[in-house]
């Protein structure tokens, strides 16, 4: 059967979105584009199986992001450190007046497990539901709740940003150091 | 049709850990957008179009 000219259409619409989700996967330009490529050959191919009125992005995140592991698996997997050492020897310096370098957030989400890498993303800058993250990543939605929230303590904790109240008085501090506790 | 432009999305649930009280949330979506707008290059249009040009009865099997 013919793709049709909507499907096309839809799929060049959507590949600023692919590409800045294999970047936050891929942590890397080439690895990145080649997956979005994958992708779009894949989602040619197999374009009966998308339902027509059902989320298009999220169908071709779902195969970019298997198509993410596949190529992981098969590469034998090149190690992230996610778990200190890199963590150690990242500069990090407080964050100041709520002043938080763009750079520097980049390295500290390099430095996430990449099943917390995509939960963050995909929830906070994809703009996908808990739901429709799920489903991307074959969990549930649970699962990718836990990992949302263990992504944003680490990220907290590796850019030392304490809770979450940069950007006004900070109520619980106030408690402990308020001096009218009645 | 999604607007991708810089800026964030608007999250209107303000207990959203992500949303854009949070320090977090914001540069999440800072990082993001970078990332949606930058220019996308040729060969993605050229490999749809040769996708559409390839007979489809050849991928059958």
Known sequence: ?182 | MKNDGERPPHVSDGADPLGTNSQIGLKLKQYYAELVSEEVPDRFADLLRQLEQTPAASKKG
């Open chain 1, 1 to 182: 059967m013919a793709v049709s000219q909507g499907f096309k259409t839809d799929l060049l619409a959507a590949i600023p979105s692919l590409r800045a989700f294999a970047m936050s996967l891929a942590q890397n330009s080439d690895k990145a584009d080649d997956l979005v490529q994958e992708t779009l050959v894949k989602a040619w191919d197999k374009h009966e199986s998308f339902q027509p009125g059902t989320n298009l992005k999220a169908w071709l995140f779902t195969i970019l992001r298997n198509e993410f592991y596949s190529q992981m698996r098969k590469r034998g997997r090149e190690v992230q450190d996610s778990d200190g050492a890199m963590t150690g020897r990242l500069a990090v310096h407080p964050a100041q007046q709520g002043q938080l370098d763009l750079e520097d957030f980049r390295t500290a989400l390099e430095k996430l497990p990449e099943d917390q890498r995509e939960a963050i993303i995909l929830i906070g800058a994809s703009g996908f539901s808990y739901e429709e993250a799920a489903e991307i990543c074959q969990c549930a939605v649970g699962t990718i709740k836990s990992r949302v929230s263990r992504a944003r303590s680490r990220l907290q904790e590796i850019l030392q940003i304490s809770g979450e109240s940069e950007y006004g008085p900070d109520s619980i501090a106030s408690q402990v150091m308020g001096s009218n506790a009645a």
